[in-house]
């Protein structure tokens, strides 16, 4: 079935560090993969998308490219900051808005210290 | 930016009650969906509502899970008997009904089955 896997947290950086999150899926079809991020007290929120193969999404200083051969859409961030501490969620959809049947991961926490 | 309500941030209720879960979507949105998130697993996707009756469901949400949208602007989730594998985060989501929409999704329900 359609499903993501994502790296297992919680992840700890210092401020200014390279952030990287795992994140490979599983689909059936040919789905478009999202980054969501909850930051405390809040809802989950779209942070970026990719709908095809070799597409990148970005968004805050945050990217991630939408990797075929691999089944993979790594989240990544050149420089951390204390306010990107929050859970970021990998997920996948077969319908293209992603507003339909979401396929979530775990989560992983991500905590930046000064 | 327009956000999604939930209330209660926290539940807890004895095995067997029934309980109702509370959402106010955004105002003008038609789609409303319902997830959950069991400690330590993946957000799962419950069900998904438009002009008043159930599009989608998942096979978690059994006979004993209902959804209503009581009066217009409230979108609730009610689980009649209550187990303790019902012990969750709960998020409801609305979009709006145009092409490309996102969802937004509210900051939670944690809801404690004893």
């Known amino acids: 079935g359609d499903s993501v896997t994502q790296m297992e947290g919680p992840v700890t950086l210092s401020e200014e560090a390279f952030l990287t999150i795992n994140c490979t899926y599983t689909?059936?079809?040919?789905?478009?993969l999202f980054w969501y991020v909850q930051y405390p007290g809040e809802g989950l929120q779209l942070l970026l998308k990719a709908t095809k193969a070799d597409d990148k999404g970005s968004n805050k200083g945050f990217e991630a490219t939408y990797r075929k051969e691999t089944t993979s859409f790594h989240l990544e961030k050149g420089s951390v900051q204390v306010s990107d501490s929050a859970v970021y969620f990998c997920a996948l959809s077969l319908d293209q808005t992603g507003a339909n049947n979401l396929f979530f991961g775990t989560g992983t926490r991500l905590t930046v210290i000064p | 930016e327009p956000e999604v309500t939930q209330t209660p941030s926290h539940q807890v209720t004895q095995m067997g009650q029934e309980v109702i879960l509370h959402c106010v979507p955004i105002s003008n949105h038609l789609y409303f969906y319902w997830y959950r998130q069991i400690l330590g697993q993946k957000v799962e996707f419950l069900v998904s509502?438009?002009?008043?009756?159930?599009?989608?469901k998942s096979e978690i949400f059994d006979d004993q899970f209902s959804v209503e949208r009581p009066d217009g602007s409230n979108f609730t989730l009610k689980i009649r008997s209550t187990k303790l594998e019902d012990s969750a985060m709960y998020f409801c989501?609305?979009?709006?009904?145009?092409?490309?929409?996102?969802?937004?999704f509210g900051s939670g329900t944690q809801l404690s089955v004893l």
């Open positions: 689909a059936t079809g040919y789905p478009s």
């Open positions: 989501a609305s979009r709006g009904q145009a092409p490309n929409e996102k969802l937004f």
């Open positions: 509502f438009y002009n008043n009756e159930i599009s989608e």
